[in-house]
């Protein structure tokens, strides 16, 4: 069945659907990536790595750019199961940063793609002209040899634009046929060299010394040739295009890794140690003819036909991946047209062919003017370095979504030792990124102004012009304080029916605050998944009478704003809103029990977690009036922020607040007394309102439950455990949340730190 990408404009009066032809198998996606990946950034790097690194350094850089890559390739798996649409990267920010990170990375990998694919037209161009002419069949030399070499690489790019402009299973059948011929050669070599060695082991003296040049230069070589692992991106691009995407792009971008890793480790390795009797080390022989190092290797492994096989070689690898760079780029080009990014004409699709052809043709013309004008080797080291930006993003994505949006996602696939592998990823690549200025200072100034091209199309164009897509929050009324100046307090509603019980405990608080407290009120809307962004507006009527209710018990009581979102995600837009207006205070209610999969609730357990603000969850607090309070104490950095709630809840006439602390038999209590003392002065709550109460058992829990019976109101710290910990092992608040019966509030207190850390993931 055909997935299809729906286009709104933003007042949704009418809805455009668009559909790409679902044709490409597994096999047709995985040798999509292996053919972007073996293509002419091998045959150009070893020569030029085993020049930087000598011998062993080549193994080495193909070996841990295979490790390396397999760390983003995680993360475009993950996702791509999760978004599995035409836009790769694209989608990806989309979703997990919004419109301007998004448009950037797609407009990045468009040029990336497309430059790339240059690149790979020129090389074919090249080695085909050059075998011609060993042949005597052309006879050029000087301009009249360029101009040949360009309109080779002209004709050619012509020609894979024509193949991907008849479909997408011309595109991949023929992939398939270029990545398994080039697959197929490299093998062949891989073999011969293996055998040169078991029937003269003393080639493998061609390995001393192993790093002639030093372990730095690795990272520099690593930096060059990185950009030969990142075929899994063409894969996230043909979501729309393959059957089963959930299951198949994950498997995929993991099988063409492994399957290049062993054949650029086994190519190199014939290359070295084919050399013998030149005079000089080996690798010295090899790295002196540079880019053309790999070829001239191979001439001497198989001297009676190694020029033919490795132009042979050189013609499917470089033809493999000029399909599969257009086949990205036009997709990257295609969702930016899709989002209205681009000028909406971008996805437009023919009528027979159902390709967008339209992305296609200017596709098709970066790839062409840029082999037919400029030096293609600095451009494509810029691409290089913007696929090192892309994957960066990415696994800044799978960290973003994984944590905010998981419950919102259906995962085909999810990568182990999570958030490790991203990590080590983004660690990497920032290193490698700063090291390829020694191979292109160009790099540096290319990708800059590309990028900021972009950054000035999206702000005059794009963010105008770009639709609305399922996994944004859309705001659907606001009346918000302009800014903020002392403290605020955020309140969401749901319903009518606690609305003005929230207000009155915020009200509390501004009391408390002396009145220099502004109040914002926002209520998410619950829309079902199948329900269009335009339609949203029709589920806001309860929303509007909780806003209202909580609205009128305010309006005279200090400076108050509402907001109205929507979002799939009730928690992410609760989260997403306490950020954005800079909320100190949160509060909330809460209806008193879990939802399976989570402890308190599937909007409250993430907001808990990833809120950036203090927290106060409410249940059952629609007294006016507290006389006794219980707080639990056992330390922690939630206990002052207990204490002050506490504080502002009880009636300060005649109204007590009990400081409660248990501890099991044979252990040391805490001691109440001298925390009171600290903590009375800095929340500005006279000493008198306080006492202290012990007790020893073995059973916290019951115990506690048993003395709450006593109290008007329980005030209890959140744990600070993850959600995870919690399913596995529920924490003693949380136990008593969904135990007790009467009036109670949980807060939770936030963290400097993770609450910078938060704000920006």
Same mark, same amino acid.
């Given at each position: 069945?055909?997935?299809? %990408?729906?286009?709104?404009?933003?007042?949704?009066?009418?809805?455009?659907?668009?559909?790409?032809?679902?044709?490409?198998?597994?096999?047709?996606?995985?040798?999509?990536?292996?053919?972007?990946?073996?293509?002419?950034?091998?045959?150009?790097?070893?020569?030029?790595?085993?020049?930087?690194?000598?011998?062993?350094?080549?193994?080495?850089?193909?070996?841990?750019?295979?490790?390396?890559?397999?760390?983003?390739?995680?993360?475009?798996?993950?996702?791509?199961?999760?978004?599995?649409? %035409?836009?790769?990267?694209?989608?990806?920010?989309?979703?997990?940063?919004?419109?301007?990170?998004?448009?950037?990375?797609?407009?990045?990998?468009?040029?990336?793609?497309?430059?790339?694919?240059?690149?790979?037209?020129?090389?074919?161009?090249?080695?085909?002209?050059?075998?011609?002419?060993?042949?005597?069949?052309?006879?050029?030399?000087?301009?009249?040899?360029?101009?040949?070499?360009?309109?080779?690489?002209?004709?050619?790019?012509?020609?894979?634009?024509?193949?991907?402009?008849?479909?997408?299973?011309?595109?991949?059948?023929?992939?398939?046929?270029?990545?398994?011929?080039?697959?197929?050669?490299?093998?062949?070599?891989?073999?011969?060299?293996?055998?040169?060695?078991?029937?003269?082991?003393?080639?493998?003296?061609?390995?001393?010394?192993?790093?002639?040049?030093?372990?730095?230069?690795?990272?520099?070589?690593?930096?060059?040739?990185?950009?030969?692992?990142?075929?899994?991106?063409?894969?996230?691009?043909?979501?729309?295009?393959?059957?089963?995407?959930?299951?198949?792009?994950?498997?995929?971008?993991?099988?063409?890794?492994?399957?290049?890793?062993?054949?650029?480790?086994?190519?190199?390795?014939?290359?070295?140690?084919?050399?013998?009797?030149?005079?000089?080390?080996?690798?010295?022989?090899?790295?002196?003819?540079?880019?053309?190092?790999?070829?001239?290797?191979?001439?001497?492994?198989?001297?009676?036909?190694?020029?033919?096989?490795? %132009?042979?070689?050189?013609?499917?690898?470089?033809?493999?991946?000029?399909?599969?760079?257009?086949?990205?780029?036009?997709?990257?080009?295609?969702?930016?047209?899709?989002?209205?990014?681009?000028?909406?004409?971008?996805?437009?699709?023919?009528?027979?062919?159902?390709?967008?052809?339209?992305?296609?043709?200017?596709?098709?013309?970066?790839?062409?003017?840029?082999?037919?004008?400029?030096?293609?080797?600095?451009?494509?080291?810029?691409?290089?370095?913007?696929?090192?930006?892309?994957?960066?993003?990415?696994?800044?994505?799978?960290?973003?979504?994984?944590?905010?949006?998981?419950?919102?996602?259906?995962?085909?696939? #999810?990568?182990?030792?999570?958030?490790?592998?991203?990590?080590?990823?983004?660690?990497?690549?920032?290193?490698?990124?700063?090291?390829?200025?020694?191979?292109?200072?160009?790099?540096?100034?290319?990708?800059?102004?590309?990028?900021?091209?972009?950054?000035?199309?999206?702000?005059?164009?794009?963010?105008?012009?770009?639709?609305?897509?399922?996994?944004?929050?859309?705001?659907?009324?606001?009346?918000?304080?302009?800014?903020?100046?002392?403290?605020?307090?955020?309140?969401?509603?749901?319903?009518?029916?606690?609305?003005?019980?929230?207000?009155?405990?915020?009200?509390?608080?501004?009391?408390?605050?002396?009145?220099?407290?502004?109040?914002?009120?926002?209520?998410?809307?619950?829309?079902?998944?199948?329900?269009?962004?335009?339609?949203?507006?029709?589920?806001?009527?309860?929303?509007?009478?909780?806003?209202?209710?909580? #609205?009128?018990?305010?309006?005279?009581?200090?400076?108050?704003?509402?907001?109205?979102?929507?979002?799939?995600?009730?928690?992410?837009?609760?989260?997403?809103?306490?950020?954005?207006?800079?909320?100190?205070?949160?509060?909330?209610?809460?209806?008193?029990?879990?939802?399976?999969?989570?402890?308190?609730?599937?909007?409250?357990?993430?907001?808990?977690?990833?809120?950036?603000?203090?927290?106060?969850?409410?249940?059952?607090?629609?007294?006016?009036?507290?006389?006794?309070?219980?707080?639990?104490?056992?330390?922690?950095?939630?206990?002052?922020?207990?204490?002050?709630?506490?504080?502002?809840?009880?009636?300060?006439?005649?109204?007590?607040?009990?400081?409660?602390?248990? %501890?099991?038999?044979?252990?040391?209590?805490?001691?109440?007394?001298?925390?009171?003392?600290?903590?009375?002065?800095?929340?500005?709550?006279?000493?008198?309102?306080?006492?202290?109460?012990?007790?020893?058992?073995?059973?916290?829990?019951?115990?506690?439950?048993?003395?709450?019976?006593?109290?008007?109101?329980?005030?209890?710290?959140?744990?600070?455990?993850?959600?995870?910990?919690?399913?596995?092992?529920?924490?003693?608040?949380?136990?008593?949340?969904?135990?007790?019966?009467?009036?109670?509030?949980?807060?939770?207190?936030?963290?400097?730190?993770?609450?910078?850390?938060?704000?920006?993931?």
């Amino acid at each position: 069945m055909n997935e299809k %990408a729906d286009t709104n404009t933003e007042a949704g009066s009418h809805r455009i659907s668009t559909e790409l032809s679902r044709n490409l198998r597994l096999l047709h996606v995985t040798m999509m990536g292996v053919g972007m990946m073996i293509g002419a950034g091998v045959f150009l790097g070893v020569g030029n790595a085993i020049k930087v690194a000598g011998p062993g350094g080549v193994i080495l850089t193909f070996a841990l750019n295979a490790l390396i890559a397999m760390f983003t390739a995680m993360s475009y798996a993950e996702l791509s199961s999760a978004i599995p649409k %035409a836009g790769g990267a694209y989608n990806f920010a989309r979703v997990g940063f919004g419109r301007g990170t998004s448009f950037i990375a797609g407009w990045m990998e468009w040029f990336a793609s497309s430059v790339a694919g240059s690149l790979y037209a020129v090389t074919f161009a090249l080695y085909t002209v050059n075998y011609l002419s060993q042949l005597g069949i052309i006879n050029a030399e000087g301009f009249q040899l360029i101009l040949i070499e360009k309109t080779v690489a002209v004709l050619i790019a012509g020609c894979f634009i024509y193949i991907n402009y008849r479909g997408v299973s011309e595109t991949g059948s023929l992939g398939v046929f270029f990545t398994l011929g080039q697959t197929a050669t490299l093998i062949f070599i891989a073999g011969v060299g293996v055998y040169t060695v078991f029937v003269d082991p003393v080639r493998l003296e061609n390995f001393k010394p192993f790093m002639p040049n030093g372990w730095d230069k690795l990272l520099i070589t690593m930096g060059f040739t990185y950009v030969a692992f990142e075929g899994f991106e063409v894969i996230a691009q043909a979501g729309d295009e393959t059957i089963d995407p959930r299951r198949n792009l994950p498997k995929a971008m993991i099988y063409s890794i492994f399957i290049v890793v062993f054949t650029y480790v086994g190519v190199a390795f014939a290359a070295i140690v084919g050399v013998k009797g030149v005079g000089m080390a080996p690798w010295q022989w090899i790295g002196s003819f540079g880019a053309k190092g790999f070829g001239e290797a191979i001439s001497q492994l198989i001297p009676s036909y190694g020029n033919i096989l490795v %132009a042979i070689t050189v013609i499917f690898a470089s033809t493999s991946a000029l399909n599969a760079t257009i086949f990205s780029a036009t997709r990257a080009s295609y969702a930016l047209g899709r989002d209205h990014m681009l000028p909406p004409i971008f996805a437009k699709l023919h009528p027979q062919k159902r390709t967008p052809y339209i992305a296609l043709l200017f596709t098709g013309l970066i790839v062409i003017l840029t082999a037919a004008f400029l030096p293609t080797i600095d451009v494509a080291s810029s691409a290089s370095m913007m696929f090192l930006f892309l994957f960066f993003l990415v696994n800044l994505c799978v960290i973003r979504i994984r944590r905010n949006m998981r419950d919102e996602m259906n995962y085909g696939f #999810m990568m182990p030792l999570f958030p490790m592998p991203p990590l080590f990823g983004i660690l990497i690549q920032a290193v490698l990124a700063v090291w390829l200025i020694h191979m292109s200072y160009i790099a540096w100034i290319v990708g800059p102004v590309w990028i900021i091209s972009g950054i000035i199309i999206y702000h005059f164009y794009s963010r105008h012009k770009a639709i609305r897509t399922e996994d944004e929050i859309v705001v659907l009324q606001e009346e918000p304080i302009p800014e903020k100046r002392d403290y605020r307090i955020l309140i969401s509603v749901a319903n009518p029916a606690n609305a003005v019980s929230l207000a009155m405990n915020c009200y509390k608080f501004c009391k408390a605050r002396k009145d220099k407290t502004e109040v914002e009120v926002i209520n998410m809307v619950p829309v079902p998944p199948q329900v269009p962004l335009s339609d949203a507006s029709k589920y806001s009527q309860i929303g509007e009478e909780a806003i209202g209710e909580a #609205m009128l018990y305010l309006s005279s009581r200090g400076k108050f704003g509402s907001t109205m979102r929507y979002c799939r995600s009730i928690a992410r837009g609760i989260v997403s809103a306490a950020a954005e207006r800079k909320a100190d205070l949160l509060i909330m209610g809460w209806h008193g029990h879990g939802k399976k999969g989570f402890t308190l609730g599937s909007n409250v357990d993430p907001v808990l977690e990833r809120v950036t603000c203090d927290v106060a969850l409410f249940k059952d607090c629609n007294q006016k009036k507290y006389l006794t309070v219980l707080v639990p104490y056992a330390g922690g950095p939630n206990a002052d922020l207990t204490l002050e709630v506490a504080s502002i809840m009880v009636e300060h006439d005649g109204g007590r607040i009990v400081v409660f602390n248990i %501890a099991p038999p044979g252990a040391p209590t805490q001691d109440v007394d001298a925390f009171i003392d600290e903590t009375a002065p800095k929340i500005n709550a006279p000493r008198s309102l306080f006492e202290s109460k012990y007790a020893i058992s073995d059973k916290r829990f019951m115990t506690l439950l048993e003395e709450a019976k006593n109290y008007d109101l329980v005030v209890i710290g959140a744990t600070r455990e993850s959600l995870i910990k919690q399913q596995l092992r529920l924490s003693l608040p949380e136990a008593f949340a969904l135990h007790h019966k009467k009036a109670f509030i949980m807060v939770k207190a936030k963290r400097q730190i993770k609450s910078l850390i938060n704000r920006w993931l």
